[in-house]
Every structure is written in C-alpha cells, then in structure tokens.
C-alpha cells in the first residue's frame, strides 16, 4: 500500500511486456469470485470486494496491447472461471482514444474498462456505481505487488466504448478504466511525502 503510485508514463516497448498472469491476478484481485453466498433471491457470488446485497454490478474488459502470449484484442473477463475470452472487434482503439485523449496512457500493455450493468442493482439501490473504485484499488494493488504500474482514471470517450462493446447505453455504462503496465524511465509523479520524518503535534 506504500508503494502504489499512480505514475503518468509506460514503457510500451515489446521487451517490456507484462505476462499473462500479472494481468490474471490484477483482474481476479478486483473482480474474483471467492465464494457464494445463499440468500432469498438464490446463491449470489461473494468478491474480492464488497458491493451491496452482494449484487456485484460490474463487467471487465481488457483492451491487451502488449502482453506475452495474449494477442492484441479485445477480451471479456469471466469472473467465475477467472479467464478472458476474445470478443470480435473491427479496430483495437488506442488507449488514448478510449481514454479521452490523454495522452499519458499511451504505452500502457492493457487497459482494464470497469462496466456497470444497472439493472443487477437499481432495482433495490439508487447508487449502483460505487463499487468501482473498491475494485480499482485492489487491482492497483496488485499490480504494485507483481512490480508493475497502474493508473485509474474516468475521463473515458464513452461513444468509443459503447460502439466497441456494442452496449445499451441506457442498461450499462462504461464507468472507471485502469491502466497497467510497466514504468517508463520518464514517468512523473507527484512529490512525495516522508511521513516517518513528520511531527505529529496534538
């Protein structure tokens, strides 16, 4: 938890790629199921992060640009089995494009799109979006843990990614996005604070 920065630069050359299960484990740290739990409504998945009533009202999808033995595509994660599954997709869009031009994400190895689908919760609560940033902080987590970088951001181009998933704007939203890779020699970062040298005064 020290160590998690959000750095604004990735090194996108091949020979720094990020592998297979550096992805798995940022994408099971924030959407895995690890349980089930038995309730009125039938058994509903327990995750690695919590969500109301247990309804769990998000979906990943990985835009993979550099990643080893993954080609480039367009892919949906299965919590349930913990794997991606290739989706058709005409043109792999930029992480720029995705993003809103910011620039910054360009040499990311993949990008991760946080997907809410209203209708698992708005039936029973007004606010189905909230979990998405206890799922973003668990994957930025375990990035840091396998020695990678990750940055979260909202500013996404949502015509881009609703015409690429092909999804009812009014049903489901693209909400928060993560971006992972590894560090560029470049990358900026807020100045940093040594809390051990501050003096706690009451």
Wanted: charged share 15%; proline share 5%.
């Amino acid at each position: 938890m020290k160590r998690r920065r959000s750095y604004r630069g990735f090194d996108g050359s091949a020979a720094e790629a990020i592998t297979k299960e550096q992805l798995r484990d940022c994408l099971f740290s924030g959407l895995g199921i690890v349980g089930l739990a038995r309730t009125d409504l039938g058994e509903l998945p327990l995750k690695t992060t919590p969500s109301g009533g247990a309804r769990n009202p998000y979906e990943a999808y990985v835009l993979a640009y550099n990643v080893q033995d993954l080609p480039n595509g367009l892919y949906h994660y299965s919590a349930l089995e913990n794997s991606l599954a290739y989706m058709p997709c005409d043109t792999l869009p930029s992480a720029e494009t995705v993003l809103g031009g910011q620039d910054w994400f360009s040499g990311a190895s993949a990008l991760i799109l946080l997907v809410a689908n209203f209708a698992r919760t708005a039936w029973k609560y007004r606010h189905p979006t909230i979990e998405a940033g206890h799922i973003a902080q668990n994957m930025l987590l375990a990035a840091t843990a396998n020695g990678l970088v990750a940055t979260p951001t909202c500013a996404l181009n949502d015509n881009v990614i609703e015409t690429m998933l092909d999804i009812d704007p009014v049903m489901q939203s693209p909400i928060y996005a993560v971006a992972v890779g590894t560090r560029s020699e470049t990358a900026t970062i807020a100045d940093l604070v040594d809390w051990s040298a501050v003096e706690h005064q009451q």
